[in-house]
């Protein structure tokens, strides 16, 4: 039986609190409810091992923040008897682009990257790559709201990955 990682992007933006990438949303089939995840992953034991010691060695998991999101939060099941779901952990995406170089994943340049949760042979390097562009607009957003409020305000801009595998 394989192993997958379901994977989601939040960001801190200045002193809000963290929120979800606008493209994870609560889809429903029939009576199924279900959290989009981020459509740039795929199975890697490698990188799974270096994220959170499943299917390889490498750290224990950590379970998820305190102050994930409120859509994760609420649409996330962080009880091992819970299904096939295990394994909950986040990183920073500093932290994430290091796992992926530790587990042999090479990250090459791409242009524009859409969100394409359709599109499930996508790549990580293409995920690193939606991540950079989402926290360069998220900056410029910053920059744009100090200039126009003409105050010192904190235009600092983070990412970090929330994530947790199945069976």
Request: net charge negative; with cysteine.
């Amino acid at each position: 039986m394989g192993c997958d990682i379901h994977m989601f992007v939040e960001y801190k933006i200045g002193d809000a609190p963290w929120q979800a990438d606008k493209n994870h949303r609560v889809l429903e089939e029939d009576d199924y409810k279900y959290l989009e995840q981020f459509p740039f992953t795929g199975r890697n034991y490698d990188l799974f091992g270096k994220l959170a010691g499943v299917r390889s060695s490498g750290p224990p998991p950590k379970g998820l923040p305190q102050d994930a999101s409120e859509i994760i939060k609420s649409n996330t099941k962080e009880d091992e008897d819970y299904g096939d779901d295990h394994s909950h952990s986040y990183c920073s995406f500093e932290e994430f682009k290091v796992a992926l170089k530790a587990a042999g994943i090479k990250l090459k340049k791409h242009g524009e990257m859409k969100w394409d949760s359709r599109d499930y042979e996508s790549s990580y390097s293409q995920g690193v790559a939606y991540i950079e562009q989402q926290l360069k607009r998220l900056k410029i957003d910053l920059e744009a709201e100090k200039q126009l409020l003409g105050q010192d305000i904190n235009t600092n801009v983070e990412a970090r990955l929330l994530f947790w595998f199945d069976n």
